[in-house]
């Protein structure tokens, strides 16, 4: 495989049936040239995905990221009790991090962090990929072509015994 993955062609969706936590965390240059303040914010996650990557039963499902300003990674995580767990554990990457940050804060705005975290329950979402690699819920849960009963949104949403708002 080389440094692009394959696209899929045609329609597919997410092949999952279970809940999924959808975590959204970021961090935002907010005085770029103080690059003591922010580099150690900066280094921290790819040492925490690193580390997620080599330990899947953390429960991790996959995840994605964008770069600018403002840094976006969007997480998919089998439940918020595993996400929680990993954020509190004192032998994984991400407390001693968050305790450091904290103590930053106090001094400098210089870097600013946030995140979001929803669950999602399996009826209450749905998905479509279009002439793409398998990307977002669909990487993080598995990939499914569009078939008869799942051609609209209505239906897909429908096909996990969900309703939909038309």
């Known amino acids: 495989m080389g440094p692009f993955p394959a696209v899929h062609p045609g329609r597919f969706t997410d092949a999952g049936d279970e ?10 240059f907010n005085k770029p040239w103080k690059v003591h303040r922010w580099l150690p914010v900066f280094v921290a996650m790819p040492r925490m995905i690193v580390y997620l990557k080599r330990h899947p039963a953390q429960g991790l499902l ?9 840094i976006l990674i969007l997480q998919y995580w089998r439940s918020v009790q595993e996400l929680q767990a ?5 032998d994984a990457p991400h407390l001693a991090p968050w ?36 990307f977002g819920l669909a990487q993080a849960t598995g990939h499914a072509p569009v ?14 015994g969900g309703r939909s708002a038309g």
């Open 86 to 90: 990993f954020a509190s554990a004192a």
């Open 99 to 134: 305790r450091r940050f904290m103590k930053t804060v106090r001094k400098d705005d210089a870097v600013g962090i946030w995140h979001e975290t929803y669950r999602v329950a399996p009826d209450h979402r749905e998905s479509v990929y279009v002439n793409m690699p398998a």
């Open 147 to 160: 078939d008869h009963g799942s051609r609209t949104a209505k239906q897909r949403m429908s096909r996990r």
């Open 19 to 28: 809940e999924v936590t959808v975590f959204l965390i970021g961090m935002r």
């Open 62 to 70: 996959g995840l994605h990221g964008w770069a600018g300003r403002t």
